[in-house]
């Protein structure tokens, strides 16, 4: 299965934008590339998510490196509320089944 | 309900005791997922069902767990003769099976388990 690999942890400050990387140097050509943030005891939300194109939504944007070896979430205006870990994760085809999480990046916001 | 429901919230128990934790995916969701975290790590895949297929249960850790799902509704993971390392959170999701770009996870808020 493809993996990915992030850090253990980032910090932000408040307000200021947030770049999440991601390394995924073996992703297949039907990956998709999925994002998701678990808040302090709560379940895993979705975030965003690509396959080639850059992608932006109401919670971040997504870009993807065009040899689609890495991604970076990115949270233009962190808050307090996006504290939280956010985790890669590639979706073999959009077909889910054993999607591997890992330990996921833990962001800090700082007021 | 609206989203993912998981029941009980906390369940305590002593170690050799059975217990059986329930998850209500969201109404015509035909893919389910359990997964295991362990304090302060990642989510541990543990089994996947999708519609009227065999189940993916190749991350269950031993003989003791097993799950069920009755059609493409509710869904019991049955963890016997507990051990104190099956102390975690199990939490289930469930995405709507159809695969491709619209697939996402939609979780619950878990089952915290402690045994003691």
């Known amino acids: 299965d493809a993996k990915t690999t992030q850090p253990n942890s980032m910090e932000s400050n408040e307000e200021e934008p947030v770049h999440l990387p991601c390394n995924h140097s073996?992703?297949?050509?039907?990956?998709?590339i999925h994002w998701y943030r678990q808040l302090p005891s709560q379940g895993p939300e979705y975030v965003i998510h690509?396959?080639?194109s850059n992608v932006n939504n109401r919670m971040a944007s997504l870009a993807i490196a065009e040899d689609r070896k890495s991604s970076t979430l990115i949270l233009h205006r962190a808050t307090l509320r996006d504290a939280a870990v956010y985790y890669c994760i590639l979706d073999y085809g959009g077909s889910q089944g054993n999607l591997i999480f890992g330990k996921g990046t833990k962001l800090s916001v700082k007021p | 309900g609206a989203g993912v429901s998981q029941s009980p919230s906390n369940k305590v128990t002593e170690k050799g005791k059975d217990v059986e934790l329930r998850c209500d995916p969201i109404s015509g969701h035909t893919a389910l997922y359990w997964y295991r975290q362990r304090l302060g790590q990642g989510l541990e895949f543990l089994i996947y069902?999708?519609?009227?297929?065999?189940?993916?249960k190749s991350g269950l850790p031993s003989d003791r767990f097993s799950a069920e799902r009755t059609g493409e509704s509710v869904s019991t993971l049955t963890i016997q003769r507990t051990q104190q390392e099956d102390s975690a959170v199990y939490l289930c999701?469930?995405?709507?099976?159809?695969?491709?770009?619209?697939?996402?996870?939609?979780f619950g808020s878990g089952t915290q388990l402690s045994v003691l």
């Open positions: 999701a469930s995405s709507s099976g159809q695969g491709g770009w619209n697939e996402k996870l939609f």
């Open positions: 069902f999708q519609g009227n297929s065999a189940p993916d």
């Open positions: 073996t992703i297949s050509g039907t990956d998709y």
């Open positions: 690509g396959l080639t």
